[in-house]
């Protein structure tokens, strides 16, 4: 009788590493984003960045100093809440460093709160209209309200309830990254910045909404 033939191994299934190629590009295009969108508001004064052609910052070098302020928290905070949500989301961190979990989680929240508040009141001085003003303020709204439902349903205990609202918060917070992503694809389809920036205060973030609410669904159902 001839022996069993010995399959080989073939790795692991091909979903596992899909999901695990699409982890590693969140948080890289995540770090990406949050190390170099701010350095040019960091290197550079706002009135010089408008000399050179920064469409942002020549609409809000000549606007007074609050709202200069307001740029300047949003696009700080709004950075270290993009660089250490891929570790919040990390079960591995989770896991094995429970408190750096806890003590950057509140790191995020308080800078989704000082963040979203200046997101919110810089939409009314979007360059983008009244689009840009409905847009951006309703993710700064949106932001702060799923960070808000999710630090009060930890304090519940309620630890389900906690990571759905937070992966909602990401996809908030990776608007950060979809908002240049789509940039790249309107200006050369538009032909310019202007008419590519209408676009974006809703394309920004709501696809990344309904995939979070997507993923979420699967969850429930598996």
Do not use: K
């Amino acid at each position: 009788m001839p022996a069993a033939r010995t399959v080989p191994p073939t790795g692991p299934p091909a979903a596992p590493r899909v999901r695990a190629a699409g982890l590693w590009w969140l948080a890289l295009s995540a770090l990406a984003i949050a190390v170099f969108a701010p350095l040019p508001y960091l290197l550079h004064p706002l009135r010089e960045l408008a000399a050179n052609g920064g469409e942002i910052a020549a609409n809000y070098a000549p606007r007074p100093g609050w709202v200069r302020a307001a740029l300047a928290a949003h696009v700080l905070l709004g950075g270290l809440a993009l660089l250490l949500s891929p570790v919040q989301l990390s079960s591995r961190v989770r896991a094995r460093f429970p408190r750096l979990h806890r003590v950057s989680g509140r790191v995020v929240l308080a800078s989704i709160a000082v963040a979203g508040t200046a997101g919110f009141l810089l939409a009314w001085f979007t360059v983008a209209g009244p689009v840009g003003t409905a847009g951006f303020g309703l993710l700064a709204v949106l932001w702060m309200g799923f960070a808000l439902s999710g630090l009060r349903a930890i304090r519940r205990r309620d630890v389900v309830a906690h990571r759905r609202w937070m992966l909602r918060t990401f996809a908030m917070t990776y608007a950060a990254v979809t908002l240049r992503l789509w940039l790249l694809v309107l200006i050369p389809l538009l032909g310019g910045f202007a008419a590519a920036y209408v676009l974006v205060p809703f394309l920004c973030w709501v696809p990344n909404l309904a995939v979070a609410e997507l993923v979420l669904r699967r969850r429930s159902s598996a």
